[in-house]
Nanobody, 122 residues
């Protein structure tokens, strides 16, 4: 099974930017649906953005216009701009061989990284 390792998290002030990376142990381009998720303390894990097998993307309303998901052959990225304190969370990447139209809930994603912490101060 594919193994995923996130990097790029850190502490930043409100309005700042970070770029998260998720390195996969195998070629993922058009072989896996890929996604970024986040979980804040006391809250459920939520999808932030995802890329389908065909390369189309979707972004949560809360991050549209600020975050951009992208990929190359075996790395997934999340460019995060105009960060807000409410973006503070542990960020995870995930992969699955099924299409995005089947991955309708967080629990359906099968392969997960260990996470990287993002902290945004006001």
């Amino acid at each position: 099974q594919v193994q995923l390792v996130e990097s790029g998290g850190g502490s930043v002030q409100s309005g700042g930017s970070l770029r998260l990376s998720c390195s996969a142990s195998e070629y993922t381009y058009r072989r896996y649906s890929l996604g970024w998720f986040r979980q804040a303390p006391g809250k459920e894990r939520e999808e932030v953005a995802a890329i389908s097998l065909g390369g189309s993307t979707r972004h949560a309303d809360s991050v549209k216009g600020r975050f951009i998901i992208s990929q190359d052959t075996n790395t997934l990225y999340l460019q995060m701009n105009s960060l807000k304190p409410e973006d503070t969370a542990m960020y995870y990447c995930a992969a699955d061989t099924r299409g995005l139209n089947q991955l309708t809930t967080v629990r359906l994603w099968r392969y997960w990284g260990q996470g990287t912490q993002v902290t945004v101060s006001s």
